[in-house]
Antibody, heavy 119, light 106 residues
């Protein structure tokens, strides 16, 4: 059974950057992609993008292009998401999830990381 | 840009059948999947490739997708099924979520 464990709560000031980690276990890390999804308080799910762990190829949501970077460290089976130039509307719970199957559904999810952006 | 539309809320009595719809242009030409999210929890995949249930998801959950509408059906709805449900589909390498439907079991 796969498991994804994320880093802890972050509080940042506007204009700062945040990096959230997502450590995978229980499966071969390089055989699946990792996606990132966020959820603002009381709101729905918003897809941020995904990274192919096998070759490092990324695909970001157009809305976040230029502010987000997704990377992986295969030596530690850890994925990272960095978001720059933070604004108050970036306040959200950030989830990582495993991208599985030929139709790329998200079958395992991390527990979520709350990022609060406030002056 | 591509959009998926869900009703904000659906109510069902215990033991009855709940149907949650997800509408998008020619959605039937894509694969849809569904996630369940309970308060304070991470989303859980409950349906993928329109009609497939992941291991551990009860048989009372079923799915369909045709034309412009995908549907998640819960037969014999139980109190534990009360949650938010999100549909999802890929469009030109972009992943789209529906706005979510709050299922109330009362």
């Amino acid at each position: 059974q796969g498991q994804l464990v994320q880093s802890g709560t972050e509080v940042k000031k506007p204009g700062a950057s945040v990096r959230v980690s997502c450590k995978a276990s229980g499966y071969t890390f390089t055989r699946y992609g990792i996606t990132w999804v966020r959820q603002a308080p009381g709101q729905g799910l918003e897809w941020m993008g995904w990274i192919s762990v096998n070759n490092g190829k990324t695909n970001y949501a157009q809305k976040l292009q230029g502010r987000v970077t997704m990377t992986t460290d295969t030596s530690t089976s850890t994925a990272y998401m960095e978001l720059r130039s933070l604004r108050s509307d970036d306040t959200a719970v950030y989830y990582c999830a495993r991208v599985a199957g030929s139709t790329s559904e998200f079958d395992y999810w991390g527990q979520g990381t709350l990022v609060t952006v406030s002056s | 840009s591509y959009e998926l539309t869900q009703p904000p809320s659906v109510s069902v009595s215990p033991g009855q059948t709940a149907s949650i719809t997800c509408s998008g242009d020619k959605l039937g030409d894509k694969y849809a999947c569904w996630y369940q999210q309970k308060p304070g929890q991470s989303p859980l995949l409950v349906m993928y490739q329109d009609v497939k249930r992941p291991s551990g998801i009860p048989e009372r959950f079923s799915g369909s997708n045709s034309g412009n509408t995908a549907t998640l059906t819960i037969s014999g709805t139980q109190a534990m099924d009360e949650a938010d449900y999100y549909c999802q589909a890929w469009d030109s390498s972009t992943m789209i979520f529906g706005g979510g439907t709050k299922l109330t079991v009362l």
